[in-house]
């Protein structure tokens, strides 16, 4: 294929090598975690926690750092296409994240507060930032596009004043102006 084409053709998923995508899902979709043995009632309580505040969390622990920690996002979304929800997939020091109904925003907040080494800390710490009092976006750029109208109104309204006055204080040209009779 040319070069110019592949611009435009979208890149398949990459997962970590080795990693069944089906086997996860399964996974996930039983006991809301795919993670070693040891690992496995921990990160229940997580999710446990989650879904006590209406957020359906799936954890998934991989035991290696993949080659890109975009790898992981793209797992994420991967498992968060079948089984849907918010999708939280940790190595030993990348992360990434999926949902389909918490913002992106959110989401990288939480990724930032994972980076812990202890998967289990790190899901406590980004069920936390997701179950948290959130920045209400929507007010502040609200506010912000009516302090932005408000003194557009205020500017054109002080224009009109000011050409409505300099036009009262223009004095007459009486060359113009024509007498009757």
């Known amino acids: 294929m040319p070069e110019p084409i592949l611009a435009f053709v979208p890149l398949m998923a990459d997962v970590p090598p080795g990693i069944d995508v089906d086997d996860i899902v399964a996974e996930v979709a039983a006991t809301g975690v795919?993670?070693?043995?040891?690992?496995?009632?921990?990160?229940?309580?997580?999710?446990?926690?989650?879904?006590?505040?209406?957020?359906?969390?799936?954890?998934?622990?991989v035991d290696r750092d993949p080659r890109h920690d975009s790898q992981l996002r793209d797992l994420a979304t991967a498992v968060g296409a079948e089984d849907g929800g918010t999708v939280l997939v940790l190595s030993p020091g990348q992360v990434g994240s999926f949902s389909d109904n918490v913002s992106r925003v959110t989401l990288e907040a939480g990724q930032d507060r994972t980076y812990t080494g202890n998967p289990v800390v790190a899901a406590d710490n980004f069920v936390d930032t997701l179950v948290g009092p959130q920045t209400p976006w929507t007010l502040i750029t609200t506010v912000v596009i009516l302090?932005?109208?408000g003194c557009g109104a205020a500017t054109a309204f002080a224009k009109t004043r000011r050409r409505a006055r300099a036009e009262?204080?223009?004095?007459?040209?009486?060359?113009r102006t024509t007498l009757p009779g």
Do not use: F, T, Y
């Not at 009262?168 to 060359?175: A, T, Y």
């Open 168 to 175: 009262e204080l223009r004095p007459v040209d009486e060359s």
């Open 34 to 61: 795919s993670a070693p043995a040891p690992l496995e009632s921990d990160l229940q309580s997580a999710v446990a926690r989650a879904e006590e505040h209406g957020i359906d969390l799936s954890i998934i622990v």
């Open 147 to 149: 302090v932005v109208a």
